[in-house]
């Protein structure tokens, strides 16, 4: 009889048995040639489970297992988190079409011109201007050979940059001058008026020793400030501070700095050469600080050399150790009940704007000891600021005070810089090996 007859023989039952037992299922034994009717006779002796894949011959899928509670709360937050992050999406994409939206209609209209109301009177109230005049290094001499060519320094050309100063003062204080005529001139006499010989070097090469660079110093200071005096119809006070290389003792003292300094002794010359002029007042005050006021705005003038901080820092240079000394200079009048509105120093020969104030140029200009430091070199220049009684300091003017005849750093930049560049490298060939 056939596999697929009523009745199987005894072999073919027993393979049937056996495979049921094993775990076979109806469509891998439908495939042997056993029929449905068949395989549910055969579990049903077997004592085996009967179920509905009997009459469509698919295989009985077993239970799924229970869902894991963990799994649930993780897919359930997962949920969460993507219709936030959804919605957050939408919310965006609503504002970007209403700020869209917003622009375009902007466009629409051009928007009208408003008319600002001039205040009733105006405010001309007079300026003072204050100039600080530091880093002379009268009687140095830098090298132009030594600086490739870039700047030069000495007695010749101290006079004639110092001149270009106060003429440039003057102008600025007369002819590109607007409003009411200034009030008031202070100058600050800076510090370190004089090369001075507190370095071998510089007492080896110095164009002048100290006493005569003093000499020579105060009465080209005495013309610049007559010739301001005659150019304007405010007063003028001078102020003189020390500097480290004015000083006259070979290591820096702190007792009489002032009184022993070459740099007051500059202002001593200036003071006799003008006695008698009206409108010239001097203060030379014993302390290294000078602190006085500016339309109540309080002005602290100190040469920087003593501001509690020396010293650069890497590739910032000196603007770090600067703001840290004005830091602290604001910290010690703070304790002192004294607010500084404005600081003045020099002593770094570069010029600065800082949090709390100004650093300087020098007359000199770059040297062979900024060369051996690498310092960017800076122009020969000094710093010009005016003062408003009710908005403080309103103008900050650098005025440089070198030529082209002096060095390259003066020379104008070509017309065609932006297209060309300045400094041409040579074309290296490299040969094959």
Known sequence: MSARGRHLSDERRAALESALKDGAGYNDLRLVGFSPSTISRAKARLGLRRDDTAATGKEAVPPSAPADPVEIARLKGRVSALTAENKTLADRARKAEDLRAGLFGLTETPPDPVAFRAPEGGDGGAETIVLFLSDLHWGEVVSLPAMDGLNSFDLEIARARLGRYFQTVADLATKHWTGPAPARLILVLGGDLVSGEIHAELAKTNEAKALPAVKDLASHLAEGVALLRRRLSCPIDVVSLAGNHGRSTLKPESKESAETSYDILVSDFLEMALRGRDGIAFWVPSSVDAVFSVYGW????????????????????????????????????????????????????????????????????????????????????????????????????????????????????????????RWRVPAVSVPRE
């Not at 590739?315 to 600067?322: V, Y």
């Not at 000394?325 to 004294?338: E, H, N, P, S, W």
């Not at 220049?381 to 309103?394: N, Y």
Request: hydrophobic share 35%.
């Open 298 to 421: 309080r002005v602290l003038a100190t040469h920087g050399d003593r501001i509690g901080s020396r010293g650069g820092t890497g590739f910032i240079g000196p603007a770090a150790t600067a703001a840290r000394g004005m830091k602290r200079l604001v910290a010690d009048y703070a304790a002192r009940g004294v607010h500084l509105d404005l600081i003045m120093i020099g002593h770094f020969h570069t010029p600065l704007m800082l949090e709390e104030g100004f650093v300087n140029g020098c007359l000199p200009g770059p040297s062979e000891y900024s060369r051996d430091g690498r310092f960017r070199p800076a122009p020969a220049r000094q710093i010009w600021l005016t003062i408003h009684p009710r908005r403080g300091v309103t103008a900050t003017r650098w005025i440089n005070v070198g030529s082209p005849s002096e060095g390259a750093l003066y020379a104008p930049p070509p017309e065609d810089r932006e297209l060309r560049p």
